[in-house]
């Protein structure tokens, strides 16, 4: 018996099997979810027996975005210390393409990290989406954990968090919390929606406690979680959908 002839690229195929390759259920199950109006394409209720174009269609299952594209790649990568956040570098030193050996598509990276920083970067071949993340319009959340000289009095908190001025602007943290002491260390995690170089950094020095060593564990809903310095990991459909979600509203005044 022939085997099924795999539709082509661009070819409308049916939105039940479309939802289920892109792993919201069984094919019966996705069929469920057309039949109960849960489904929408295009920001219209889906019906049973819909084709749809996997490259362009938008859909949402519960009010969540499904990207059924199977070209689409969303990766989280643990960057280490050193490691420059570009994918080639003409100095010689060690890039991101150093550690994608097994990723096959070309993709991008979502916002910087500099190289004496480690931690979260997400990487990816989907344009809009990575615009959305980085513009500052969009004000999505980026959180760290900063090394710094210890004890930390409260004050310096209440500083951040009011805000201060750099030499570029004023700047200011969404939360701060010191996570532990140890001698004449505080380990300190932060969260806040700037994206300017090095603004962390800045920040704590201006306060008189520089960054000695600093990981980005979060970029807005997502984790670095156990992911261990240089590896990377698929982002699963729930992440991605909450990225989207996060860049679903009308951008800030910026």
Do not use: W
Not at 173 to 186: G, H
């Amino acid at each position: 018996m022939a085997s099924p002839r795999e539709p082509e690229p661009g070819e409308p195929i049916r939105l039940q099997k479309l939802l289920a390759a892109a792993g919201v259920g069984s094919r019966r199950s996705c069929e469920e979810l057309i039949a109960d109006g849960r489904v929408t394409v295009d920001g219209e209720v889906a019906s049973l027996g819909d084709r749809v174009d996997p490259g362009t269609a938008v859909v949402h299952v519960d009010g969540e975005r499904v990207v059924t594209d199977p070209r689409m790649v969303y990766l989280a990568f643990n960057k280490p210390r050193g490691v420059v956040s570009t994918m080639d570098d003409e100095q010689g030193r060690a890039a991101l393409a150093d550690y994608l050996g097994g990723v096959d598509t070309r993709v991008f990276h979502v916002g910087r990290l500099d190289a004496d920083s480690e931690g979260l970067l997400l990487l990816t071949n989907d344009g809009d989406l990575a615009h959305r993340l980085t513009h500052p319009s969009y004000g999505v959340a980026k959180t760290y954990l900063c090394q710094v000289p210890g004890p930390l009095p409260a004050a310096v908190g209440r500083r951040l968090r009011a805000g201060i001025v750099l030499e570029d602007g004023p700047a200011a943290l969404d939360s701060f919390r010191v996570v532990d002491t140890v001698r004449k260390s505080a380990l300190v995690e932060v969260s806040l929606h700037e994206g300017r170089k090095h603004i962390v950094r800045r920040m704590f020095a201006e306060v008189g406690y520089p960054v000695s060593r600093l990981v980005r564990t979060a970029v807005g809903p997502v984790k670095l979680g156990q992911l261990k310095p240089g590896q990377t990991r698929q982002l699963n459909r729930r992440e991605i959908a909450a990225l989207f979600t996060e860049v679903a509203h009308a951008p800030t005044a910026s």
